[in-house]
Structure formats: C-alpha cells, structure tokens
C-alpha cells in the first residue's frame, strides 16, 4: 500500500462534465495538496490544507472545488472545465506546514483530458 | 514569475559516468532546497535535500551542491545507472510558504 492514494489514474471529460478526483493518505500527515502539472511547465500549487483548513487558494478558478473532510482524505471536484485543464494533478502531502516538516510525498497522480 | 530555474529539459549520459543537474532560482529569501524523481505514470518522490546554512550534503550516489552567492544548486549523480533515468525536479522553499518547483530535467543514462 502506497502511502499516497489517488483515483482515478486517468479522467477523459466533456467541458459540461461534473467528476471528483480522489486523494488518500496513509501517512499520519497533517498538511495535504493539490498541484497541476503541465507539461513543460513546473508544478503549480493550487490548493493546501493543514489540520483540515484550508490555508491557500493559488488564484484557482472556482470550476475548481477541494474538499478535506478529514486530515487523511482529499477531493478535487470540476465541473465545466476547459481543454486548457487537461494535465496531471498530483495529491501530496506533508507532515506540516513547518519547516523541517515540509518534505512532500506525492500520489501518482490523474491524467485530466478535457475535451 | 518562476522562481525556480531548471534550464536543461533534457540530459544524456553513459552508464558509470557522472550526471549534473543544475538548478537556479531567484529568491534569496529560499532557505531549504530539496531534489524529487519521477518516473512516468508515478509521482514526484523525494530524493535528497539541503539547507541553506550548508553547501553540500551528501547521500550514497546522490550529492546536492548550494552556492548561494550563485543562486545556484546542483544535483550530482555518481556513478549514473540505467535505473536514475527519470525527470528531476528543484524545489525550493522558505518558512511556511509554499514550494516551489523548476519544470524538471529528463535525464536518460545509456547502458
């Protein structure tokens, strides 16, 4: 068992479409991300909680929508996306948000096509 | 604004010999620098990291070099084995903020 989750590994969307992406973590950690990878392009932070709260929103367009219902469960909800959305989207988490406690361990992540 | 650099997308090496991958970034308020290695279909994992009160650390065939005059970090592979072909990641980060990510080198090591 990885100790970062993600479902599912690959999403095919139409730009009316509503889905969720999944992210568990079995690691005790309290800090949990989201980040966007383009390609050819560094990853972008786009959401981070710590203790359950939400202390970040990277200027995320609002068709972007997490959920951290507890400190080991993440959720990424779209709805109506744009083409431009497609790229991977990796969950990570951390121990915390302190320094020292900021190594970050990654999901697989989900391959996001938008058509 | 990108804060961190990595300006080679690509590097190839023989099998034994040594790799380098260069980092730069531009925030000298960066204090913790860190290496990740991904594979294709997996995500980033961690690999080495340095803080900036030191120039060097080491880890078996991993060594990461700070210059900090520079604004320059370096991952050093030695000696290079088929396996380490992945996509490198430079992370950098400064108390709480967030971290942040150069665009990745893919190395391919050539048996």
């Known amino acids: 068992e990885t100790g970062v989750t993600q479902t599912p590994r690959h999403l095919v969307m139409g730009m009316t479409n509503k889905k969720s992406l999944k992210c568990e973590q079995h690691l005790g950690h309290n800090a949990m991300y989201w980040y966007k990878q383009s390609a050819k392009k560094p990853l972008e932070l786009m959401f981070v909680?710590?203790?359950?709260?939400?202390?970040e929103n990277n200027s995320v367009p609002s068709r972007f929508s997490p959920e951290c219902p507890n400190s080991s469960h993440l959720f990424l909800h779209l709805h109506t996306l744009q083409p431009e959305d497609s790229a991977l989207y990796l969950c990570?988490?951390?121990?915390?948000?302190?320094?020292?406690?900021?190594?970050?361990?990654f999901g697989s992540g989900t391959q996001l096509s938008v058509l | 604004d990108q804060q961190v650099k990595q300006n080679s997308p690509s590097l190839s090496v023989q099998e034994g010999r040594i790799s380098i991958l260069n980092c730069d970034y531009t925030?000298?308020?960066?204090?913790?620098f860190l290496w990740y290695k991904k594979y294709p279909a997996e995500g980033p994992t961690f690999l080495i990291s340095?803080?900036?009160?030191?120039d060097k650390n080491e880890d078996g065939r991993f060594t990461v070099f700070l210059n900090k005059s520079a604004k320059h970090l370096s991952l050093h592979i030695v000696p290079s084995q088929p396996g380490d072909s992945a996509v490198y990641f430079c992370a950098a980060k400064y108390n709480n903020n967030d971290m942040r990510f150069g665009a990745g080198t893919r190395l391919t090591v050539k048996p």
């Open positions: 909680y710590n203790f359950k709260e939400q202390t």
């Open positions: 340095i803080s900036s009160i030191k």
């Open positions: 990570a988490s951390s121990q915390d948000r302190s320094p020292g406690g900021e190594k970050l361990f």
């Open positions: 925030n000298s308020m960066f204090d913790y």
